[in-house]
């Protein structure tokens, strides 16, 4: 197993753009072209978000003789001239592949030949590697498989951050970093939905939180080394602006409450944020929220400490997150009416030890003191958030 994978890389969660929440396998090289301009345009590049990924569908159906990946005739380009366009602008380039012998929509993958590509990914100019779990796994456990990749990855002369996807399935929160991984999912895929339909494909907003609730991943979390609950929907769905591509996995939008508690777990999670949107087409709303310092600030803060549950019951949750100063601390509201939710900063993760603390809504920017008593009004689906320190 590698060790000497460059592990200064992702000290924070990575902040990006991926393809394929909003153009699945439709996507292209002009497509690619123009998240990376309205990422700058857009402000979203300043406010840190930074690699622009090029999900499944980017290869031809066939290998060259020597099992070289080859793109698609909708990167007439190549990858090596939209890797420098996407570094002219000051962001980092990723492409995709799968530790199988195809990718989830069937196209040849690295299986096998992880030296050959990862040789490939180094001189196209890639930095970002998302490692998907399809196609034939010729036997292979999951460890095996992702370690030959993060063994290539190691023996090349480039540093590429490597996410692995392997959708929570063999526990790779607990062998994610021996084989070299910055991130690894921890759940199965998020669609543009607050609660999917059991018998459909994909996970909902609140179906994702409660599997993160549930799973005891927060040890395995920190600088270098992320649970991914999947990249964000927000953005996604008529009616905050979706192009005419036809997404396979939006389903239907988020309501704006659902985008802000969306956005607002995330980030408490310290998860890693790719935007899956169309970003020709965001709306104010959601560049707004995608960019709010407040919450950026909770997920990228230095500790890098996973939030978790204070107490969740059917109508209210508190969630938590222990900063490098205070904590955040997330009021949600599950139920259909407003509710006020109450809590204590000795019931959460901020530090103890203080009689009065400074609080501050990251939505309104409004401060007061208090002396550890936290009362917030939330509107249903709503997510109140506060950061918290000790004075
Ligand atoms: C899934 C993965 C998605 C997307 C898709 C592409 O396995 O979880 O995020 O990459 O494959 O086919």
Same mark, same amino acid.
């Given at each position: 197993m590698t060790n000497d994978h460059p592990r200064h890389l992702a000290q924070t969660p990575p902040l990006g753009w991926n393809?394929?929440?909003?153009?699945?396998?439709?996507?292209t090289e002009a497509d690619i072209r123009a998240a990376a301009d309205a990422l700058v345009d857009t402000g979203l590049r300043e406010a840190g978000y930074e690699y622009v990924v090029v999900d499944d569908c980017w290869m031809a159906g066939e290998t060259d003789s020597a099992g070289r990946l080859k793109p698609s005739?909708?990167?007439?380009?190549?990858m090596a001239a939209l890797a420098d366009y996407v570094h002219d602008r000051g962001l980092k380039f990723g492409l995709y592949s799968s530790a199988g012998s195809h990718t989830c929509q069937g196209y040849p993958a690295s299986l096998d030949r992880e030296e050959l590509h990862a040789e490939q990914f180094a001189e196209w100019g890639v930095d970002y590697l998302k490692y998907d779990n399809c196609g034939d796994h010729r036997g292979r456990d999951a460890v095996d498989r992702y370690a030959a990749m993060g063994d290539a990855l190691a023996g090349i002369d480039r540093e590429i951050v490597y996410s692995i996807c392997e959708w929570g399935e063999n526990r790779p929160w607990e062998w994610g970093r021996n084989v070299g991984g910055h991130l690894w999912r921890a759940t199965d895929d998020l669609v543009?939905?607050?609660?999917?339909?059991?018998?459909?494909f994909g996970l909902g907003v609140a179906d994702v939180l409660d599997r993160m609730a549930e799973l005891d991943v927060a040890a395995a979390h920190g600088p270098g080394g992320w649970n991914d609950p999947d990249m964000l929907q927000i953005g996604n769905g008529p009616a905050s602006g979706q192009s005419e591509h036809e997404p396979v996995h939006v389903q239907r939008p988020l309501t704006k409450a659902e985008r802000r508690s969306h956005f607002a777990f995330w980030c408490l999670l310290a998860a890693p944020l790719m935007i899956g949107a169309d970003? !020709?087409?965001?709306s104010a709303f959601d560049r707004d929220l995608l960019t709010n310092e407040r919450l950026l600030a909770i997920d990228q803060d230095p500790l890098g400490m996973q939030g978790t549950p204070d107490r969740r019951d059917d109508d209210e949750e508190v969630w938590s997150k222990r900063l490098q100063e205070g904590a955040a601390v997330l009021f949600h509201n599950r139920s259909d009416d407003a509710r006020e939710i109450s809590t204590h900063a000795a019931d959460t993760d901020v530090p103890a030890g203080s009689d009065r603390y400074r609080v501050q809504?990251?939505? !309104?920017?409004n401060e007061w003191e208090t002396d550890g008593s936290l009362t917030m009004t939330v509107k249903p689906r709503e997510s109140a958030v506060v950061h918290v320190t000790p004075r």
């Open positions: 393809s394929w929440n909003a153009f699945s396998c439709k996507v005739a909708d990167f007439p380009n190549g543009a939905k607050w609660r999917a339909d059991p018998d459909e970003l !020709t087409s965001l809504d990251c939505w !309104t920017g």
